[in-house]
T-cell receptor, first 116, second 112 residues
């Protein structure tokens, strides 16, 4: 099993540019999560999907952020326009549900985003 | 509602000493509890989990944790710290919402 795959691993962009982060969850997992990690704010849940449907996006910081999951094997997190304060490590994670209980999440290696 | 509190944002131990990282939780449903470790520049990796059954659970790298319902605790321990244990550790609780609630993390420093 390849685990959760994220791309790119590193992204450096200029303020105002559009940034797209990509995630491929583990096959068979029905939950997908996007997190952001910074020194100041720690690990924050941005949004999560169940069976490709967004369940809770209350953690998305503002309208500049959007996430989609067009199918069970792919999700994107887009920032448009990007700002320096968006610099962080973005993690994608997935999990499987059994008897309506979600088990442990498996994290990808993260995308380190730097906005200059 | 669920919540997790990790006591101590930084813990420092000497190599060979006992490691104890504290985690208390709040949950309105029977909790599933997890400990994750994050090494520098890496994603979170599952150390161990409690779902049902035996309250003392063993994980990777010699770590274990005990679920104490009466104390609403799930502390992480390791008898003898190794330099390679230096990392950030996260406690998390899962209920029936599909998501994990993470604590703020504890950075473990291991001194030679």
């Amino acid at each position: 099993d390849a685990g959760v795959i994220q791309s790119p691993r590193h992204e450096v962009t200029e303020m105002g540019q559009e940034v797209t982060l990509r995630c491929k969850p583990i096959s068979g997992h029905d939950y997908l999560f996007w997190y952001r990690q910074t020194m100041m704010r720690g690990l924050e849940l941005l949004i999560y999907f169940n069976n490709n449907v967004p369940i809770d996006d209350s953690g998305m910081p503002e309208d500049r952020f959007s996430a989609k999951m067009p199918n069970a094997s792919f999700s994107t997190l887009k920032i448009q326009p990007s700002e320096p304060r968006d610099s962080a490590v973005y993690f994608c994670a997935s999990s499987a549900t059994y008897r309506e209980i979600s088990y442990e999440q498996y994290f990808g290696p993260g995308t380190r985003l730097t906005v200059t | 509602a669920q919540s997790v509190t990790q006591l101590g944002s930084h813990v420092s131990v000497s190599e060979g000493a006992l490691v104890l990282l504290r985690c208390n939780y709040s949950s309105s449903v029977p909790p599933y509890l997890f400990w994750y470790v994050q090494y520098p520049n890496q994603g979170l990796q599952l150390l161990l989990k409690y779902t049902t059954g035996a309250t003392l659970v063993k994980g990777i790298n010699g770590f274990e944790a005990e679920f104490k319902k009466s104390e609403t605790s799930f502390h992480l321990t390791k008898p003898s710290a190794h330099m390679s244990d230096a990392a950030e550790y996260f406690c998390a609780v899962s209920g029936n919402t599909g998501k994990l609630i993470f604590g703020q993390g504890t950075t473990l420093q291991v001194k030679p």
